[in-house]
T-cell receptor, first 111, second 117 residues
Framework: DAKTTQPNSMESNEEEPVHLPCNHSTISGTDYIHWYRQLPSQGPEYVIH???SNVNNRMASLAIAEDRKSSTLILHRATLRDAAVYYC????????????FGGGTRVLVKP | GAVVSQHPSWVICKSGTSVKIECRSL??????MFWYRQFPKQSLMLMATSNEGSKATYEQGVEKDKFLINHASLTLSTLTVTSAHPEDSSFYIC?????????????FGDGTRLSIL
């Protein structure tokens, strides 16, 4: 499985944007880039995903580098409820579409 | 939005007991479901892929006779931890996907916290 590398933790102030980087230099052409987040004592929650083009939804934006070797999840205005562990995952259709979770980035939002 | 329901939310039982956890997709049919385990302060670890109407596919190192998976319908998969011991205490999480397409997100249950005394 192609692996991803994320910083262990990041801090942000409430109402400010948060940029979460993810490196995936061994990504293959058919891998989709998925982001999930996990709040304490809950199952993960889908955030966003993309293949090549940047993507926006009501939760976040995903910026994908032109060579696809990195991506950035953007939370436009962090709230206290956005404090969670954010996972960047490559989803490989050839491997049965299973998700392999890495360590993720723990986001702390300060009031 | 899509909802996956997991039951029970938490279980406390004695060593040697078998425990069954249910995972239901409430508003879509899930041909594939996944079971994960998460220890405190660690990431999720995939245990097995549950396929409707066929045998589950287990990840390396996961004992299939210990963790029995049944996916009898398109909306229900069950994980049974047989003869559970304290080292099986963990947070078990299921997820479901509408199909095998890698463009489709997985939807997760809220997890089952299992404590074996």
């Amino acid at each position: 499985d192609a692996k991803t590398t994320q910083p262990n933790s990041m801090e942000s102030n409430e109402e400010e944007p948060v940029h979460l980087p993810c490196n995936h230099s061994t990504i293959s052409g058919t891998d989709y880039i998925h982001w999930y987040r996990q709040l304490p004592s809950q199952g993960p929650e889908y955030v966003i995903h993309g293949l090549t083009s940047n993507v926006n939804n009501r939760m976040a934006s995903l910026a994908i580098a032109e060579d696809r070797k990195s991506s950035t999840l953007i939370l436009h205005r962090a709230t206290l409820r956005d404090a969670a562990v954010y996972y960047c995952i490559l989803r490989d259709g050839a491997a049965g579409n299973k998700l392999t979770f890495g360590g993720g980035t723990r986001v702390l939002v300060k009031p | 939005g899509a909802v996956v329901s997991q039951h029970p939310s938490w279980v406390i039982c004695k060593s040697g007991t078998s425990v069954k956890i249910e995972c239901r997709s409430l508003d879509f049919q899930a041909t594939t479901m996944f079971w994960y385990r998460q220890f405190p302060k660690q990431s999720l670890m995939l245990m097995a892929t549950s396929n409707e109407g066929s045998k589950a596919t287990y990840e390396q190192g996961v004992e299939k006779d210990k963790f029995l998976i049944n996916h009898a319908s398109l909306t229900l998969s069950t994980l049974t931890v047989t003869s559970a011991h304290p080292e099986d205490s963990s947070f078990y999480i299921c997820s479901a996907s509408r199909d095998r397409n890698s463009n489709q997100p997985q939807h997760f249950g809220d997890g089952t916290r299992l404590s074996i005394l």
